[in-house]
């Protein structure tokens, strides 16, 4: 009994003194701030995945359409709000802009914080579009129901958008930036 104890205490002394050098390492910028190194993590969230803005701000090619407004003061639920928001007047104008399409509204929506960093927060969204499609001949019209699934991620500097790929995972790379305030 007394050697299993050795055993287990000298291991638990080994892991601890590994362990003892490991800490967030940040790198400084020119002008004396730290940034996350790819190794870094901010809450849950891994730094590598994190949508960095270019500076100036300057939003991607998006479907013309009346989008909400940058949140003037960024909390969980502003930044969620927006999210949804912008999300349902893209895929609005996403339909608005295919040929012998009718929007028809939508069908319900979701957003969901999924993380927050130091600056932000990655929201995912769900938001569901009816629509009719009148045929050829005029005679018929289909109606239709479309899912879009969607990542944003929102700090107080910008909010980038991606399509959701089917396995659900935040994605660490096409992000594109929507909005600046």
């Not at 940058?70 to 928001?85: G, I, L, Y």
């Not at 999300?87 to 009718?102: I, L, S, V, Y």
């Not at 957003?111 to 005679?139: L, P, R």
Request: overall charge negative.
């Amino acid at each position: 009994m007394s050697d299993r104890r050795t055993v287990l205490g000298g291991l638990s002394t080994a892991l601890f003194t590994s362990l003892a050098g490991c800490n967030r390492s940040l790198s400084p910028t020119s002008d004396g701030t730290d940034i996350p190194s790819e190794n870094d993590r901010t809450a849950d969230t891994d730094a590598r995945d994190t949508p960095h803005l270019s500076e100036p701000c300057s939003v991607s090619s998006i479907p013309e359409a009346e989008y909400p407004a940058f949140p003037s003061e960024m909390t969980e639920e502003s930044a969620k709000a927006f999210a949804v928001e912008f999300e349902k007047r893209f895929a609005e104008a996403t339909f608005k802009n295919r040929p012998d399409t009718k929007f028809g509204g939508f069908d319900g929506w979701t957003g969901n914080v999924y993380g927050k960093t130091k600056n932000g927060f990655f929201i995912e969204v769900n938001v569901s579009v009816d629509f009719s499609i009148t045929q050829m001949d005029e005679m018929e019209t289909d109606l239709g129901s479309e899912p879009f699934h969607s990542w944003y991620y929102i700090d107080p500097r910008f909010a980038s958008r991606s399509d959701r790929d089917p396995s659900g995972f935040r994605p660490n790379s096409r992000w594109e930036t929507v909005a600046c305030p």
